[in-house]
C-alpha cells in the first residue's frame, strides 16, 4: 500500500471501534465444535462484510431473469404468451417460479438473508458506536514520523503557548481535542490528540437501517395494496368493485371489502396527434374528462384524467395508462331483430392504432353471429400490406372484419376472453368461389351476410380509456426510508473520520513541533489538511487570531 | 432563430464538436507518442522523495523535474500537445453544449434536450467532457484525456449514425418536471460512473504493469499516475456517482413512476437494470472495504457496474423494447 492510502476499515468492528487493531477476521473453515459453537461460527460468516459482498451479487443476478422473462404481475398477457410459445420449457420456468421472479422463493431466500446479514452487522456496530461516542482520542503514538503524513518544524513562540495554538487550531476545525503536558519537566511542551468524524460511521449506520425502512414500506404495500385494470368506453362508468374489474391483482393481505367504494363516469376523451413532420402520428397530449363521487352520497366532481395527472381519492388513485377504438355497430340476425347494439372494444396493434378486436353476438338467431377482424381509424390499402392504417386518428374508419356463424362456445361455462374468438364450432362465411367473405365497413355503410343470415351496420366511434386504479399504503414509509438512507449515504461518503496529534518539544533551546495525521477511510485528502494545519500552526499572526 | 434553424445548427454543432473531439484526442496521441522516448522518473523512488510538501505525486507534469536539458525540452513539447488537447477538448465541449441547449430550443415547445436515445446520448456524452473538464485541475486527470475524446468521438459517431431522430415534441408519458430532474441525475451520476469506470481500467493496467515489475520507463503506462492513484480518482467520481445515483433510479424515479403510472415500482426491466446498477455499485464501495476485494476485485466489479449502466441505456431499448414502458425513449 503507497503511503497516501490510507487504512481501509477491514471490518464492521474496526470502523466504529476506537481500537487500530482489527479484530479477528473470521475463520474461513469450521473448525470441530459444539453445535452451539458451530451455530455461532455460521452466524459470524452471514454477518461478515465478505457473505453480504456474495449476497449482493446474487441479488443481482437474480434480478436479471426477471427482465428476460415476462413476468406474471407486471405483464400477465406477455407471460401467457410465452407460455403458449414455449410448451417445453414453460413448466419448467413455472416450477423455478421465473414468470414471478420477485416473489419466488429463492429471490426471496436472498434478500432475507441479506437482511439477516444486515440486522446481525449493524446491531454490534451500533453498540459500539454508542460506547465509542463518549471516548477520547487515542494518545499521540509514540513516533509521529511512522504515520501515512506527518511533518516537524520549529515555531519561535514558547512550547505552552504552541501547545495551546495547537488545541485552538485543531478544535476550530472540528476536533475533537485532548491536551496532554508532558508530565516529566516543566518546558511546557506536550501534545494534542484530535479525532473528528464521527458522523461518518453514524451517516453508514443510517445508510443500513434505513434500507431496512424501505424494505417495510416496499413489503406493506405489496400486502395491503392493490392493482387494477379496467377499459373504460367513453360514456359509460365505472364503480370500485371487484366484479368490475377487468384484471386485479390484490396484495396478499388485501381483502376485496377493503375497496372505498368511489365511482366515476368517463364523460369524454380527447387525443392530439402530431399532423405533420417526420414523426406525424405520434400523440401529444391526451386526456379524459371524468366526473367522479369519491362515496355514493358524495357530491359529484369533475377532473381532467391525464398522464402525469392522476386522480387521488380515498382509497386508491386512478391513472390513465391507455386508450383505443371501440366502434359502434348493430348487429341485425336472420330474422332481421336487432341482435347486437353498442360499442366494441379493439385493442390497438402498432402505433397506428390498427386495432384488432371480435364481435360476439349470442343473441343471433337462427343461429350465432361472430366477427373477427381490424378497425383501421384512417383506412388505407396496398397490394402487398392488404388494409392498413395511415395514421392514428379517426379520420377515414373502416372495420375490416370476417364473419362467422355457428356456436360461439359461450355455453359451456368455460370463461372466454373478450377478444378472442372461439372457432372450433364457427365456421367463417365464404364466398361463392371458395374465398372468406372479407367486409370493409365504412361509418355509417351497412354491409349483408351471405344467404341472408343477417346484416351489420357501423355506426360510429367511440374512444375507450385504459385505467389503472391502485393504492399502495407503505409508499410513504419507503420513500422516507430512502430520503434517509441517501442522507446517511451521504454522511458515510464524505465525512472523513481523521486522527490529528501534534507534539510540541523543546529541543536546544528551540520550540519543536511535530505533525501526523491518519486517515480512517479511503479516498481522503489528508496530505491538503495537514498542510493546511501545518500552516496555521507557523502561521504566528494567524494563530493569535484563532487563541484569541 | 426559427425551431428548423436551431435544429439544423444542433445537427452542425454535434458534426464540429465531433470533428474537434478527433483533433483533440490526435493532439492527446501526439503528447503520449512524443513521450515515449522520454523517460519518466520512477514512481517509487519519487514517492518515497515525497515528503514535506514536494511536488504532487499525482501531477504528471512533476515527473518530468530533474532531467537532462534535451529532455527539458522534448518535456516542454510533450506539455504542448498535453495542454493543446485539452484546449481541443474545452473547445469541442463547448459546442457540445451548444448542440444540446439549441436540440431543447429547436423543440416546439421548448423542452429538455433528452427526450429520446439520440438526445439522451449526446447530452450523457457532453456530461462526460464536462465532469473531465470540472475534475481536471483537481485531480490531475490530463491522463485520462486521450481515453474521454476518443470514448466521446465513438460514442456520438453511433449517436449520429444509428440513434438520430429529428426534433419533435415528447410524448405525453414525458409531460412532467419529473423529466428533467430525473433524467439530469440520471445524466450526471452516468457520466461520474463512465469517468470513474475509465480510471478503474487504467487501474487494471498500471497495476498490473506495476505488480508484474513490467512497467517500463517511457510509455502511456508509464506516464499514468501510481495505482493507488488511479484506485483513488476512481474511488472519488464512484462515491460521487452513487448517491447521484440513488437519487435519480431510487427516489426520483420512483415518485415519478408513481405519478405516471400508478405504482412507484413495478420491475419494468429498465427499473429492474438501474436496480442492478444500483447493487453492484453498491458491492463495489463494500469491496473496496473488504479484505481481500480491494484493489483488483473492486476495479472489475466497477467495470460490471458500468457494463450493467450502458446495457440498460442500450441493450433494454432493442431486446425488450416493447415491453418495457420505459420503450418511448427509444
Ligand atoms: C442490503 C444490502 C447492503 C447494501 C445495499 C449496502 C450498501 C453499502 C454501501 C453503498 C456502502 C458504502 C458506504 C461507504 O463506503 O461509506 C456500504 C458500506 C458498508 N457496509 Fe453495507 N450494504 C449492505 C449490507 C451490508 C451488510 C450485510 C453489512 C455487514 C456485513 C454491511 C457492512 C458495511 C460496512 C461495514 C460498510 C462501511 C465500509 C467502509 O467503512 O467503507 N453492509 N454498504
Redesign the pocket.
Given at each position: 500500500m503507497s503511503p497516501e492510502q490510507a487504512p481501509?476499515?477491514e471490518?464492521?468492528q474496526a470502523?466504529a471501534g476506537g481500537a487500530a487493531t482489527t479484530p479477528p477476521t473470521p475463520p474461513s473453515s469450521p473448525p470441530a465444535l459444539s453445535p452451539r459453537e458451530l451455530a455461532r461460527w455460521a452466524w459470524r460468516q452471514l454477518?461478515?462484510?465478505r457473505?453480504?459482498l456474495v449476497?449482493?451479487f446474487l441479488l443481482a443476478l437474480g434480478a436479471i431473469p426477471g427482465s428476460i422473462v415476462p413476468q406474471r404481475d407486471v405483464d400477465s398477457l406477455a407471460a401467457a404468451r410465452w407460455v403458449d410459445q414455449h410448451p417445453t420449457l414453460a413448466p419448467i420456468y413455472d416450477k423455478l417460479g421465473l414468470f414471478s421472479v420477485f416473489d419466488s422463493v429463492w429471490f426471496s431466500a436472498i434478500y432475507i438473508l441479506?437482511?439477516i446479514?444486515?440486522v446481525g452487522?449493524i446491531v454490534p456496530?451500533l453498540r459500539i458506536y454508542w460506547r465509542g461516542m463518549r471516548a477520547r482520542p487515542p494518545k499521540a503514538p509514540r513516533n509521529l514520523s511512522r504515520l501515512p503524513e506527518s511533518r516537524t518544524f520549529e515555531v519561535d513562540a514558547a512550547p505552552a503557548e504552541a501547545l495551546e495554538r495547537a488545541r485552538a487550531v485543531l478544535a476550530r476545525k472540528r476536533y475533537r481535542v485532548d491536551v496532554h503536558p508532558d508530565s516529566e519537566g516543566d518546558t511546557g511542551g506536550g501534545a494534542v490528540a484530535g479525532e473528528r468524524g464521527f458522523l461518518?460511521e453514524a451517516g453508514?449506520l443510517l445508510?443500513?437501517v434505513s434500507?431496512l425502512v424501505v424494505l417495510v414500506g416496499f413489503a406493506f404495500g405489496n400486502l395491503y395494496g392493490y392493482k387494477g385494470g379496467v377499459i373504460v368506453v367513453s360514456g359509460q362508468s365505472f364503480s370500485n368493485s371487484l366484479s368490475q374489474y377487468d384484471d386485479f391483482l390484490p396484495g396478499a393481505l388485501f381483502g376485496a371489502d377493503d375497496l372505498e367504494p368511489f365511482s366515476f363516469t368517463v364523460d369524454d376523451f380527447h387525443v392530439d396527434f402530431l399532423q405533420s413532420g417526420e414523426q406525424a402520428g405520434m400523440p401529444t397530449d391526451f386526456a379524459a374528462d371524468l366526473t367522479y363521487r369519491e362515496t355514493p352520497d358524495a357530491p359529484a366532481r369533475t377532473y381532467e384524467l391525464a398522464v402525469n395527472h392522476p386522480l387521488q381519492v380515498d382509497g386508491g388513485s386512478v391513472f390513465l395508462v391507455g386508450h383505443g377504438y371501440a366502434p359502434k355497430v348493430t348487429v341485425r340476425d336472420g330474422e332481421g331483430n336487432v341482435a347486437y347494439k353498442g360499442p366494441v372494444v379493439f385493442l390497438p396493434e402498432d402505433s397506428t392504432f390498427k386495432s384488432f378486436g371480435v364481435i360476439k353476438v349470442p343473441d343471433a338467431m337462427p343461429e350465432q353471429l361472430g366477427f373477427e377482424g381490424l378497425f383501421l381509424p384512417t383506412y388505407g390499402f396496398s397490394m402487398e400490406r392488404g388494409p392498413f392504417s395511415q395514421f392514428p386518428d379517426a379520420l377515414d374508419p373502416v372495420l375490416s372484419i370476417l364473419p362467422y356463424h355457428g356456436d360461439l362456445g359461450l355455453d359451456s361455462g368455460k370463461p372466454q376472453s373478450v377478444y378472442e374468438l372461439k372457432k372450433d364450432d364457427l365456421d367463417v362465411f365464404t364466398k361463392d368461389n371458395g374465398n372468406d367473405y372479407r367486409l370493409d365497413i365504412a361509418v355509417g355503410q351497412t354491409k349483408q351476410l351471405p344467404g341472408g343470415a343477417g346484416s351489420i351496420t357501423f355506426d360510429g366511434v367511440d374512444r375507450w380509456v385504459k385505467l389503472q386504479v391502485s393504492e399502495s399504503p407503505g409508499k410513504k414509509i419507503a420513500l422516507a426510508g430512502v430520503v434517509l438512507a441517501l442522507l446517511g449515504?451521504l454522511g458515510?461518503?464524505f465525512i472523513r473520520p481523521r486522527r490529528t496529534w501534534v507534539r510540541v518539544t523543546r529541543r536546544e533551546g528551540r520550540t519543536v513541533v511535530e505533525l501526523a495525521g491518519l486517515d480512517r477511510?479511503?479516498g481522503g485528502d489528508l496530505r491538503d489538511e495537514i498542510n493546511e494545519l501545518e500552516k496555521r500552526l507557523q502561521d504566528s499572526e494567524a494563530a493569535k487570531r484563532e487563541t484569541t | 432563430m426559427t425551431s428548423a434553424d436551431l435544429a439544423a445548427f444542433s445537427n452542425n454543432a454535434i458534426a464540429f464538436a465531433s470533428v474537434v473531439y478527433v483533433l483533440a484526442f490526435l493532439a492527446h496521441l501526439v503528447e503520449w507518442v512524443v513521450g515515449r522516448t522520454v523517460p519518466v522518473t520512477v514512481p517509487e523512488q519519487r514517492a518515497v522523495a515525497v515528503g514535506a510538501g514536494g511536488p504532487r505525486p499525482d501531477a504528471p507534469d512533476a515527473d518530468l523535474a530533474d532531467t537532462g536539458p534535451d529532455q527539458a525540452e522534448q518535456a516542454e513539447r510533450i506539455d504542448r500537445f498535453g495542454r493543446i488537447g485539452v484546449a481541443l477538448t474545452l473547445v469541442a465541449g463547448l459546442l457540445h453544449l451548444a448542440a444540446v441547449v439549441t436540440r431543447g430550443l429547436a423543440a416546439d415547445p421548448v423542452r429538455v434536450p433528452w427526450g429520446n436515445m439520440y438526445e439522451f446520448t449526446v447530452t450523457a456524452t457532453f456530461g462526460v467532457t464536462l465532469m473531465y473538464l470540472l475534475l481536471l485541475r483537481r485531480y490531475h486527470l490530463r491522463w485520462l484525456g486521450p481515453v474521454v475524446t476518443g470514448f466521446n468521438v465513438a460514442i456520438l459517431m453511433l449517436a449520429v449514425l444509428v440513434l438520430y431522430v429529428p426534433v419533435g415534441p415528447l410524448v405525453p408519458a414525458l409531460h412532467s418536471y419529473w423529466l428533467a430532474i430525473h433524467v439530469t441525475a440520471a445524466i450526471v451520476a452516468t457520466g461520474a460512473f463512465t469517468v470513474g469506470g475509465m480510471a478503474s481500467l487504467l487501474f487494471l493496467v498500471r497495476s498490473r504493469a506495476e505488480n508484474r515489475g513490467t512497467l517500463r520507463t517511457t510509455g502511456y503506462i508509464a506516464r499514468l499516475p501510481q495505482a493507488s492513484v488511479l484506485d483513488r480518482v476512481a474511488y472519488r467520481m464512484h462515491?460521487f456517482g452513487?448517491p447521484i445515483w440513488t437519487f435519480a433510479a431510487l427516489i426520483a424515479g420512483p415518485i415519478w413512476a408513481e405519478y405516471a403510472w400508478g405504482r412507484y415500482w413495478g420491475w419494468d426491466p429498465k427499473e429492474i437494470w438501474a436496480f442492478i446498477t444500483w447493487?453492484v455499485y453498491?458491492a463495489y464501495?463494500?469491496a473496496?472495504?473488504t479484505a481481500g476485494w480491494k484493489g483488483k476485485a473492486a476495479a472489475i466489479i466497477a467495470l460490471i457496474g458500468l457494463a450493467t449502466l450502458l446495457f440498460n441505456f442500450v441493450g433494454i431499448n432493442y431486446f425488450f423494447g416493447s415491453t418495457s414502458q420505459h420503450s418511448y425513449s427509444g
Open positions: 481501509v476499515v471490518s464492521p470502523a454477518t461478515s462484510m457473505t453480504a449476497l449482493l441479506l437482511m446479514s444486515l452487522c456496530r461518518r453508514n445508510f443500513h434500507l449515504l458515510s461518503l477511510s479511503s | 462515491a452513487f447493487v453498491a464501495l463494500h473496496r472495504a
